[in-house]
């Protein structure tokens, strides 16, 4: 009887990792998006409020608003009021940045073989 319970209780190390992998893919997941990640490039420039990531980046008021209040709510990008305006910025800059650009990177050592993926990859390019 009690190796049967050794046997189903996990280490705590294992349940860590899994918590730690699972907050991974969350992160990446929020960073699954075309759109999102052009809002994240621009505002790697500085803060910009949402009529200039509209006019900069073509698309809709309310589905900038969108991708910044998922992105907010993701920890990756933060506020603060000027006037009327809200001024938006990236929450972890340097850490975000480097994320981005390892992602660049690998894009670059693969060849964006990626976007050739039945599962991920990019439909047009199939």
Known sequence: MRTATRA???????????????AAACMFRSLGDPARLAILR?????EHNVKDLTAHLGLAQSTVSAH?????DCALVTFRAQGRATMWSLAAGPELLAVLAAAEQLLAATGSAVTLCPTYGDATNR
């Open 8 to 22: 189903t209780a996990r280490p705590t190390s294992d349940v860590d990792e899994v918590t730690g992998l699972s």
């Open 68 to 72: 910044l209040a998922c992105l907010r």
């Open 42 to 46: 621009h505002l790697a420039l500085g």
